[in-house]
């Protein structure tokens, strides 16, 4: 079994920064493609970023492209959501997600496991 448990959330001003970080236990991590998407209130879970097995391969939602960073580290069975410059619309519970298929993924149906959220809240 599959668990997932982020850490890292917070309050912020704006302008400053955060890392998340998400530790998976139970399956060997490095052949998990993992996740970071994002679900502020009232509205619907958004892709953040993915990252694939051996961490060579990236993606990141527009919004948030060039003001965070997706790391892992594979021997400390980590994934990690550095996040700079925030603005309160970064304002969101934010979870990782393992998916067990290659390939990376901005599809959070084709993610099977998902941690329980961390909160981060940016004031203006």
């Known amino acids: 079994q599959v668990q997932l448990v982020e850490s890292g959330g917070g309050l912020v001003q704006a302008g400053g920064s955060l890392r998340l970080s998400c530790v998976l236990s139970?399956?060997?991590?490095?052949?998990?493609?993992m996740g970071w998407f994002r679900q502020a209130p009232g509205k619907e879970r958004e892709f953040v970023s993915a990252?694939?097995?051996?961490?060579?391969?990236?993606r990141y939602a527009g919004s948030v492209k060039g003001r965070f960073t997706i790391s892992r580290d594979n021997a400390k069975n980590t994934v990690y959501l550095q996040m700079n410059s925030l603005t309160p619309e970064d304002t969101a519970d934010y979870y990782c997600?393992?998916?067990?298929?290659?390939?990376?993924?901005?599809?959070?149906?084709?993610?099977?496991?998902w941690g329980q959220g961390t909160q981060v809240t940016v004031s203006s």
């Open positions: 997600a393992a998916k067990p298929t290659y390939g990376l993924s901005e599809f959070y149906y084709e993610y099977n496991n």
């Open positions: 139970g399956r060997p991590f490095e052949n998990w493609f």
């Open positions: 990252i694939s097995g051996s961490g060579s391969n990236t």
